[in-house]
């Protein structure tokens, strides 16, 4: 079964910055995209980044220039760099992959979801 694992959430200062991994385990064919999505306490989940599987990206207007994201084909990970951290950036992060399983053949293509990270900034 796949399953997205996630770390480097934790609390970072305003102006920090942190870097998020996740990495997909498991019977997997191919990995299509890998992104970061984050929710914040009271509001609903939103995109922050996507990355192809060429070099295609993708950023959330609130994001640019700030964050970065980057694929480890080879390692079926994906990270995001985050600097020039706000307090509006705290929320559980959530990395996401767009993959198919292969269990005995290839599976259709679908959504995978991370359990989430925390990230924290405050002073």
């Known amino acids: 079964q796949v399953q997205l694992v996630e770390s480097g959430g934790g609390l970072a200062q305003p102006g920090g910055s942190l870097r998020l991994s996740c990495g997909a385990s498991?019977?997997?064919?191919?990995?299509?995209?890998m992104g970061w999505y984050r929710q914040a306490p009271g509001k609903q989940r939103e995109l922050v980044a996507t990355a192809g599987s060429g070099s295609t990206t993708n950023y959330a207007d609130s994001v640019k220039g700030r964050f970065t994201i980057s694929r480890d084909n080879a390692k079926n990970t994906v990270y995001l760099q985050m600097n020039s951290l706000t307090p509006e950036d705290t929320a559980v992060y959530y990395c996401?992959?767009?993959?198919?399983?292969?269990?005995?053949?290839?599976?259709?293509?679908?959504?995978?979801w991370g359990q989430g990270t925390q990230v924290t900034v405050s002073s």
């Open positions: 996401n992959a767009d993959l198919r399983e292969l269990r005995g053949g290839i599976g259709a293509r679908k959504d995978y």
């Open positions: 498991g019977s997997i064919f191919s990995i299509y995209r």
